[in-house]
């Protein structure tokens, strides 16, 4: 069964579009949406592994796919990427800035070196990707970028350094469409909340535990899945949002909208949107059932 896009077949036909953190998550699963529709999708991220599962993955589905090993961090490594793709592929028409990560710590234990180890993970990279594509393609051609975010509304104890950079990549974003708009480049970000993806299996301890017990506190009363997130993406990118630039999208059930004197009801009524056809849960939720 191939992917389950609500968005016409062909949609992104003839287009380039890179995503980076690719090999796994929100990444992967956008990857194979965007190839479903016709895209030639170029992955990026630091696990050839990894990149490589889901290229076959994708040539499997009869997707068009490249890779590149990339760390984003890196000026000169993000530099010969975008050299490469435009190279390969002679365009660049999106720029999915998905990759990222963080880890659980109260803020009084983060060190200093580890809080700009993620703030360069989360904002700074996804900075120089942003650059780098605009300067060598955008700015005379057009094109759309999707930055990742997070559900920072109100703070994020826990990952008070991911929350920074999240925050920032908010503000950079808005910044980029402004300045960006007479090239006709559009920048927008999407925002998940907790989103059941292979990235849950990365925490123990504290960290789990607050994720299993993270649906009693949304309206929606579930865990996203990578699909919801892809599609807001995958909007974004689409012809259809020509006229929406410096705006954020939330995936997170409704949960910065939740107040300490208001008890989220359970109920059943919320059903996910699984179109990614090789999702799974993950082994942290497996276990918690």
Known sequence: MPYQSIYRPGLFEGRVIIVTGGGSGIGRCTAHELTALGARVVIVGRNAEKLARVKAEIEADGGSVSSHICDIRDDATVMSTVDAVLADHGRIDGLVNNAGGQFFSPLKSISTRGFDAVVRNNLTGGFIFMREVYLRWMEQHGGSIVNMTADMWNGLPGFAHSGSARAGMHSLTESAASEWAASGVR????????????????????AASTILSFTKTIPAQRYGTVAEVSAAIVFLLSPAAAFITGTCIRVDGGGPNARSHWTCPPHRNNVPFEGFHLDALPDLLKRGQ
Request: aromatic share 10%.
């Open 187 to 206: 920048v927008n970000s999407v925002a998940p909340g907790l989103i059941a993806s292979s990235g849950f299996d990365n925490y123990s301890g504290e």
